[in-house]
């Protein structure tokens, strides 16, 4: 299974609160707020494994599903080369639809022939790593987002098709509706090389939470 060290290492994150310390808006909201959880239990497979799972379902009917799904696998923990040794009826069992297979065979297959190395990553670009996880079935910008945000710690990570990120930005700028991506580029110029962390506050600020913790 391909663990890391956590994502955030300690001395990064306290280097990103003081430098977002220096912006007016955002200091507030750090006063306001607990400081960050930027911990990661998964491995990259099963990570993305579960972001395909709870994909347009609720927390709790998702929950169920992967927990369901999780079971069928050695610890409780999906990897690809199980993946390719359980047969089809039995992972739909777990109650997945025949289209999230389709996406997690199509995942599988890309970790199988090397496309996806999460080994790798560390050396690649946060856009090099988005294209390979976009290159997924399944798999869409937000969701590439949100794993360069909470799995691989990306310091520097706007995902601005995220709807919390924009009520959150309209909420702390006092915008009459929510901005679009460049505008959302251009309001966080000043908080760059740490916006993964702002954007972290103003979750927090739009009371949508941490969106990679299921509910």
């Known amino acids: 299974m391909d663990l890391f060290d956590p994502p955030m290492k300690p001395a990064t994150l306290k280097k990103a609160l003081a430098y977002l310390s220096g912006e007016p808006k955002i200091y507030g909201l750090i006063q306001q707020f607990p400081h960050p959880q930027m911990d990661r239990k998964d491995g990259t497979y099963a990570a993305l494994t579960r972001s395909i799972i709870y994909q347009q379902l609720s927390g709790k009917a998702a929950g169920t599903i992967y927990r369901r799904y ?6 409780g923990v ?3 080369q199980e993946f390719f040794r359980k047969k089809r009826d039995t992972m739909l069992s777990a109650g997945l639809s025949s289209q999230k297979m389709n996406y997690l065979y199509d995942l599988s297959c890309k ?3 090397g496309f996806i190395t999460p080994e790798k990553f560390p050396k690649m670009t946060d856009e090099e790593i988005r294209e390979h996880l976009v290159a997924v079935k399944g798999i869409g910008v937000w969701t590439a987002d949100m794993h360069l945000m909470f799995y691989l710690g990306r310091p520097d990570v706007l995902p601005t098709l995220d709807l919390g990120i924009k009520k959150g930005f309209q909420k702390l700028f006092k915008l009459k509706s929510m901005p679009d991506h460049e505008k959302m580029v251009k309001l966080s110029k000043a908080w760059a090389p740490y916006r993964t962390i702002a954007c972290w506050y103003l979750w927090r600020l739009s009371d949508e939470g941490n969106p990679n913790r299921p509910k």
């Open 70 to 75: 999780c079971a069928l696998f050695k610890e």
């Open 78 to 80: 999906p990897t690809w």
């Open 111 to 113: 970790f199988r022939d």
